[in-house]
């Protein structure tokens, strides 16, 4: 069954590039871009989460494929934006493009998600689709906006760790859900039903990357850019005395133009992060959310083989 949805959503993406008439260059980067940063070897896992929404309110798949396409290219053009911001994952294929040509290339996809929805032929569906996608970038893009302001602030709260994550990313998986359910013809109320555990189940995967990223230095560049990421935080809120003195200054080493985080460095933060429970305090968050959006999904009046795909995505997110 993947494999039909799979052929499908890569029928209609080709139709959608063709039409739009780009350059070669620009198609290839869209190609080679697509699926890249999917784990496991998935695809098409915003498309498909879409299409699973809209399987749980008895929709049609061939009514929704223009929002699953739409939802792809806008779920990559937000991480494409992100990596650029954050100057990380420069494994992925658009970190090996001048950040000008990454940025344009970021646009065009969410152009295309544009693109996507123009052919639901029904006009109330796709305002209301448009103004579902519309609404999403704004809000995640405020998220993000706030996201780097705390770069530069020294302390943050984790209720407003949990808010910007809420915004930022849980915005986006909880946008999937409800294009899915709007265009499976669902009530308003399952909708928004939908909608709420998407945003737990995307809290729950930032915090898992939270976590796995933060002593990850090669890789990721969290620590010494002070992004406010959930171990930063949780450090910040409960760290005393000499440690606290510590960890603020390896916090101000990028601000103080001290480039160099080296093995003394990285090995004192490791410490920290294992001798204060950095892992089991987010494995509990994680927790918490799992559990949040599996009571939604169960109290939600669907059918249950409909309910147990959507609560194995949650099982999967590890």
């Known amino acids: ?63 929704v494929l223009p929002g699953a396409i739409a939802m792809e290219f806008f779920a990559l053009a937000a991480d494409i934006f ?30 295309l ?73 669902a009530s308003e109320v ?5 909608a709420l555990f998407g945003t737990n189940l995307g809290i729950m995967s930032q915090i898992r990357n939270d976590l796995n990223d933060f002593l990850s230095f090669e890789k990721k560049k969290d620590f010494i850019y002070n992004r406010k990421t959930l171990p930063y935080v949780y450090l910040l809120t409960i760290l005393k005395g000499d440690e606290a003195d510590r960890f ?10 001290i480039h160099s985080f080296g093995k003394e460095e990285q090995e004192f933060l490791k410490r920290l992060t294992y001798n204060e429970g950095v892992g089991q305090y987010c494995t509990v968050m994680y927790e918490i959310f799992r559990q949040k959006s599996m009571e939604v999904m169960m109290a939600i009046p669907i059918l249950e083989k409909h309910k147990e795909k959507m609560i194995k995505i949650v099982e999967e997110i590890i």
Not at 21 to 34: F, G, N, V, Y
């Open 82 to 111: 992100d990596d650029i911001q954050d100057q990380d994952n420069d494994n992925l294929p658009w970190r090996k493009l001048p950040n000008s040509n990454a940025v344009n290339l970021a646009t065009c996809l969410l152009m």
């Open 248 to 257: 603020k200054e390896l916090t101000q080493m990028q601000r103080e133009n």
């Open 1 to 63: 069954m993947n494999l039909q949805l799979d052929q499908a959503i890569s029928r209609e993406i080709n139709n959608i590039l063709t039409s739009a008439q780009l350059s070669p260059e620009m198609l290839r980067m869209i190609s080679t871009s697509l699926n890249a940063d999917n784990k496991n070897g998935e695809l098409f896992k915003w498309a498909h989460l879409t299409l699973l929404s809209c399987d749980c309110v008895g929709g049609v798949h061939e009514v």
């Open 190 to 194: 399952l909708v928004n039903q939908l």
């Open 113 to 185: 998600g544009y693109e996507a929805i123009s052919s639901i032929p029904d006009n109330s569906l796709l305002r209301e689709v448009s103004q579902i996608l519309t609404r999403t970038g704004v809000i995640s893009s405020d998220g993000q906006y706030q996201e780097f302001l705390y770069d530069s602030i020294e302390k943050v709260s984790l209720e407003q760790y949990f808010e910007v994550v809420k915004r930022k990313s849980g915005s986006l998986t909880a946008c999937a859900c409800k294009i899915g359910a709007t265009l499976g013809g």
